[in-house]
């Protein structure tokens, strides 16, 4: 049994279960890591966030 179940392996997705997993939590991600943001997103456009 998990605490939590993160459906999407994408930044998103991944970026929960990174702090879920710091929190303590149990978890599973479901899908390919990052495969649907390799797959589709345009040449050249990249995941940034502000700091």
Not at 24 to 44: E, F, K, Q, T
Request: no cysteine; net charge positive; glycine share 14%.
């Amino acid at each position: 049994m998990y605490d939590l179940l993160v459906v999407g392996a994408g930044p998103h997705g991944l970026s929960i279960a990174s702090h879920a997993a710091a929190a303590g939590l149990g978890l599973r991600v479901l899908g390919r890591p990052m495969a649907s943001w390799r797959d589709h997103m345009p040449a050249g456009m990249y995941v940034k966030s502000e700091p």
